[in-house]
């Protein structure tokens, strides 16, 4: 059932594949859009990687996938070409996460597809953009973590090369899929204009951690490596209490003052007094925050810190935040029923007073909305029109190849 999302009558039709591309379209259904995921016969390979609840449900897919139709195209037959050009007469939004070669050789890239349908948007979710070298590289979210630095960084900060414990690159590359496609049907909003976006994952994780760590390296000439220092301190890490963990930030002057005043270090004299010069020691303060975090328990700590504003939290495992009762109180889980059973899933983090966003339903079975979706191409009698009003409703989809 669809809702009253802020994307309402947004029509998708999804040909991405994996994670980022999905994760971005995943957000769109969840705020209204109708996504149409377009399928190779063999289905998108993300639903084949984790555990589920039955062949082709993993739970990765299911969650990136939820709200969305699934129809089964083979895009190398006449056929399976012809239909997905009808979908598209009457998109609002074209998405996909082949390689450039590999969909214009389908017939398929923008121009193929603006000639149908001029006003749509049409993104590319690439792993490396079409203007360098490696625009025809096969990208993933390690070999990305890797280019953008990440490994470089927790060699700093832990002594050891690695990846971080989560796919960050395709789930920062989606959203900015998500907002990169938003802007550009706002922009078709007040101006009639269709247009092609590009995102790259490695551009965008480059950007991403060049936030803080451009630095110094920014000017002209350098004024120092990039590297923001206090994220790389080897000390920068959860203090170990008398009876477990504790995550705790006391960072600017004031909440340096409040947690001198309570806990009276002795090591905490004039040289820690300011910000800046703690900046400069900021390893050092942390190793004898870690000594003076040993004498309480973790409980005693929150009570302690919280009490005078000063950011701490408990260390919890990702099965905690199932039964976390902030999320619960909040309403930021939500069990949907599928033909495959209920499932749990994280609701959107957003929130809209007018249109909010909530999950539309489950993930699709593979091919499920194939027949239905068909069936409303052929009993149409009247033409699509390739000049759809942003606000018009629409008829949903699937993933591609």
């Not at 495959?340 to 699709?364: D, E, L, Q």
Request: proline residues 7%; charged residues 25%.
């Amino acid at each position: 059932m669809k809702h009253r999302g802020p994307l309402s009558g947004v029509r998708v039709v999804d040909l991405t594949a994996m994670v980022m591309g999905p994760y971005c379209t995943q957000i769109m259904a969840d705020m209204g859009a109708d996504v149409i995921k377009i399928e190779p016969p063999a289905g998108d390979n993300t639903r084949y990687i984790s555990v589920g609840p039955e062949p082709g449900m993993g739970g990765v897919f299911v969650n990136v996938n939820r709200g969305k139709r699934s129809v089964v195209l083979d895009l190398r037959t006449t056929e399976g070409a012809a239909t997905l050009r009808e979908l598209i007469l009457d998109a609002d939004v074209f998405i996909h996460s082949m390689r450039a070669t590999a969909i214009t050789k389908l017939g398929f890239g923008y121009d193929d597809v603006a000639a149908l349908n001029p006003s749509i948007v049409y993104t590319n979710c690439y792993g490396y953009g079409r203007g360098g070298p490696d625009s025809d590289l096969t990208a993933y979210d390690d070999t990305i973590q890797a280019e953008c630095g990440l490994p470089s960084v927790q060699e700093q900060l832990t002594g050891e090369s690695g990846y971080v414990g989560t796919i960050i690159a395709d789930k920062v590359a989606g959203m900015t899929a998500l907002y990169a496609t938003t802007m550009a049907l706002f922009h078709r909003e007040r101006t009639g204009e269709g247009q092609e976006v590009e995102v790259a994952m490695f551009e965008t994780m480059a950007a991403f951690m060049l936030v803080e760590h451009g630095n110094g390296a920014m000017f002209t000439p350098p004024l120092g490596p990039a590297v923001y220092p206090r994220v790389v301190a080897r000390n920068r890490k959860p203090y170990r209490t008398k009876d477990g963990l504790i995550s705790a930030l006391v960072y600017n002057d004031k909440q340096w003052a409040a947690f001198v005043d309570a806990v009276k270090p002795e090591w905490a004299g004039a040289h820690f007094a300011t910000l800046e010069q703690r900046a400069r020691r900021i390893d050092e303060v942390y190793a004898l925050l870690g000594t003076t975090f040993e004498e309480r328990t973790t409980q005693e700590w929150l009570d302690l810190l919280r009490s005078r504003d000063i950011p701490a939290a408990p260390v919890r495992t990702l099965d905690e935040l199932f039964d976390n009762p902030h999320l619960e109180e909040t309403g930021f889980f939500d069990e949907v029923e599928s033909p495959y059973g209920p499932v749990r899933y994280p609701g959107p983090p957003t929130w809209f007073s007018r249109t909010p966003g909530r999950i539309a339903g489950p993930a699709p079975r593979l091919g499920a909305d194939t027949d239905e979706v068909l069936a409303q191409l052929r009993v149409s009698t009247e033409p699509c029109s390739r000049d759809r009003a942003f606000g018009s409703t629409a008829a949903d989809g699937t993933e591609s190849p």
